[in-house]
């Protein structure tokens, strides 16, 4: 089959979001349905980009209107991109299931249009091969992102999603005036012309531009001064939306935010960005650790638990080694699944239960002991207990953080792990061992299932982690070497 | 240089006096009413003086004679629209409760709406003694 | 009343701001030929897309992507504001009629407006403008229906249905650009068959440009006025 | 430290972008904060349009004899439109939201919708 079908990663969820509101008579159910078969399909398509691009180990390029990059905008779907790809629409698929349970304010309709193009936006920013591109895919996300936060309609969703839009407007115009200034001097968009032109340009319009650039990215990854939305956010919003947001919009960012610093590895002043990216990432964490600690509210608690995981993942890619960069996009695989374990089973105890505060935690080994069973092995896994999967790539966070010289990065992260096992063991003790009001309350198959599929892909990862880090590396190894990139990409010869 | 297009230029000066006229307007005068009156009278003014001009001025100097059609349509559509949207905005702010300038003289549209008032209250009084 | 401290440390993060902005412009200087790709589409542009306004080219035909995705982002906004402000069941609840004078005008300019709208979507390779500001001009028709009658709301049942096919329909004219030229928004057209090669620079000219703005002009009329509609409508409480 | 030399019209449209900024960071009125957004937003989109200018040339619509080597850049223009479009949606979604916001607390000052702490 053509690589170019790979295309429909986009078209699909495109046309069907758009198909929504001629179907909107059939009622809530049906419309859930569909939203599960549409991106079961997804998971169908991506499963198959997947398969082509490891088998091959060439990456697929598509070519929107048939012009070659530096005229058109491709698609670039790597190793990287095949995989989290992949992962985005397996997480959507999971939490379409998830919100037959778990969403029932009304318009349904336009919830699941919301939903589809989330993951439109999360899939296009991790696929595209142009700057202005991912713009215009980051503001799908975040557009999509502010109407999701505020879908529950309450008082503190609105005030929420308020302080996500100005955060957001104010990212989003920063990272347009760095496209302004990096196409001012370059006059491409492509990214592998830009890469290519790196070291042509001036020095202090590339400090600033990428700076720029980093600045607006940072409030979709939640880096340190732009994250103050997310806590917020990851509480109001609705269940499932809250572990798309942590399982892949973040990792998006993330992963934007990498192959935008490593394309430009030959310019000068690269440094300095790094630098900048080692101070934002370190005070993300341990301001998130420590707020984490204060929450009498589950959900928040482990909404900070992610931004400061996201703190190390930023941590580890700005470390500016090959093993750093595939040490971080292991941890993305492996925060990927944990954080859509932890929040797949805490929304349910909120929508059984009635709510996310500690205290209807209390006895619920007892009251509901599967799901309190895949958040024990969730919440284990979280702090980096030696036969779960984040263990591992702590590990390599540790080892790639000490080969550059950076001692004091591996204490960070141990210094968050013992925070994050305080908190995680109060939340395991509370619910093992508090007072039970001796109810038992049925825990649906569906979820079951999908939460015991994501605890043995977690004691898989932590048991046999050699073919996940094989995985890692050859995804790290597609952010990290870009004169691969470049040639990968047929760049057409509109040159100087 | 001929006759048309000299025309052309005088209407574009006369236009652009006018909408001199409008901006000291806006500076000069009191009250929201007011600033509005001169704003939007001298601008309609000025943009048809500026706008017809132009078409003038291209057909004087040999440009085709769509020049002058288009201006006249955009012209017309000026002289629809603009009175129009001064007139709904300016009847938002006194049913919004801006107050007028203390010197004013009359006030038609208040005593419009207070004679419109009476007679409806009167009518129900009616309807109630019958 | 705002602190004074507030208002400095506003202002001091703003210098610092613009410092380092200006900076980084000053390596940009303004007016300069720093044409790369651009000048490639300018030097190609009527050859490979039949288009003579080579914004719209780009728009619509090179960077067709982009324009996929701000439909969608429209698309986003009018379904978000849909989702924010939906009540089980609404009304118009305006006090204030609107005056003869602004009925009656917009009465006669509604039609005049329709037009302009359509016109400005139809004639986007030729003019500047396309499916968005014709979108937008449509929308404000609308508007001013909805500013003059208390009473006005626009035809949900037509609406909404519409502005899910315009969409489908943008996203098929890229399907059938796969299957034809085995590119996702291929410019089926122009490339397979020259269609209006004689006649560059009038009506029918520019490949699926006119069709793709049609498309996007009836979408963004219809979402914006949906967006219209949602925020001038409240609940009704029984 | 010496003072950075740039064109008119980029300094038009960076004043504008601080301008804004300092509506966000100051004001206290919701919809005067997204008026701030909206203005840092038009300066963005000046700063973009006026990269592509090139000295004594006109619009890239390639008639009336105008060609290749008289048009300005086409390419700022082109995202400049889908700049503004993705403008237009953040306000309205914020205007919507804003709406809620008032419904729920009575009030756009935000000193006062300040409920989520922490």
Known sequence: MNGQYASLLVALPLISAFFVPLIKGLGGRAIKYYLTLITALQAGVAAWVFKTVYTTGKPIIVMAGGWRPPVGIDLYIGHFAALFVLIVALVSFFMAIFSFDSVSTEPTDKYAMLFLLLMLGATGMIATGDIFNLFVFMEITSITAYALTAYNKTGEAAEAAMKYIVLGGIGSSFFLIGITLIYGSTGTLNMAQLAQLAGSINPTVIKVGLSLLVFGLAVEAELFPLNAWAPDAYQAAPHPVTAMFSAFVVKAGLYALARLVYLFSHAAGWDFILKLLV?????????????????????????????????????????????????????????????????????????????????????????????????????????????????????????????????????????????????????????????????????????????????????????????????????????????????????????? | MNVLSATGEALVLIGTFFYFLSALGLIRMPDVYNRMQTSTKSATLGSLGVIIGTGLWAVGMGHSVAWIVQTVVVATFILLTNPISAHALIRGAYRSGIPLWNGSVVDKYGEHLKAKAEAAENEKNEGDGE | MVSVLKRSLAIITLLIIGYWLAQGLAGVPF???????????????????????????????????????????????????????????????????????????????????????????????????????????????FLILYMAFVDYEIPHRLFEPLEGLAGMGYVLVGLIGLAIGSYFLFDWIWQTWHWGAANLGRLFSGGFIPIIYTLIGLKVGTELSGIVDSMLTEEVRE | MSVPHIGLYYFGALSLVLVGIYGVLVKKNLLKILISLSIVETGVNLLLISVGYITGRSAPILSEGIGPKQAVDPIPQALVLTAIVIGVATTAMALSVAITLYEKYGTLNIEEIRRLRG
Do not use: C
């Open chain 3, 31 to 141: 007016g300069q030929d720093r044409m790369l790709v651009g000048k490639y589409y300018l030097e190609n542009v009527k050859a490979q897309t039949g288009a003579v306004n080579a914004v719209t080219a780009i728009v619509v035909n090179y960077r067709g992507f982009d324009t996929l995705g701000e439909v969608t982002v429209l698309f986003i906004a009018s379904t978000g504001v849909g989702a924010l402000l939906w009540r089980r069941k609404k009304r118009r609840t305006a006090k204030t009629e609107g005056s003869v004078v602004l009925r009656t005008g917009s009465e006669l300019l509604f039609p005049f407006i329709l037009m302009f709208g359509t016109y400005i979507f139809i004639h986007g390779h030729l003019t500047p403008g396309g499916g968005f500001p014709g979108g937008a001009t449509i929308a404000t028709a």
């Open chain 1, 279 to 496: 101070i934002m990432a370190t005070l993300t964490v341990f301001a998130a650790e420590f707020s984490a600690l204060r929450q009498r509210d589950v959900k928040r608690m482990i909404a900070y638990s992610s931004i400061s995981q996201v703190g190390l993942i930023a941590l580890a890619l700005s470390v500016g080694s090959q093993l750093g960069v595939q040490a971080g996009v292991f941890h993305m695989i492996n925060h990927a699944v944990v954080k859509t374990l932890l929040f797949l089973t805490v929304g349910y105890v909120g929508v059984k239960v009635g709510g996310t505060g500690i205290e209807n935690f209390s006895g619920l080994g007892r009251k509901m002991p599967l799901t309190a069973f895949a958040l024990t092995v969730g919440a284990l896994a979280a702090v980096g207990i030696p036969l779960f999967n984040i263990f591992w790539s702590k590990v390599w966070i540790i080892i790639a953080s000490i080969e550059q010289g950076y001692a004091w990065e591996a204490g960070v992260v141990l210094a968050a792990s013992v925070v994050e096992a305080v908190y995680y063991l109060r939340l395991i003790h509370t619910m093992w061992f508090g007072g039970w009001d001796g109810m038992r309350i049925r825990e649906s198959l569906p979820l079951g299932t999908i939460a015991l599929f994501l605890v043995l892909l977690i004691l898989a990862i932590g048991v046999y982690p050699n073919p996940f880090w094989t995985l890692a590396k050859s995804a790290g190894t597609d952010i990290f070497n870009v004169s691969r990139y470049i040639a990968n990409v047929p760049l057409m010869g509109v040159g100087p």
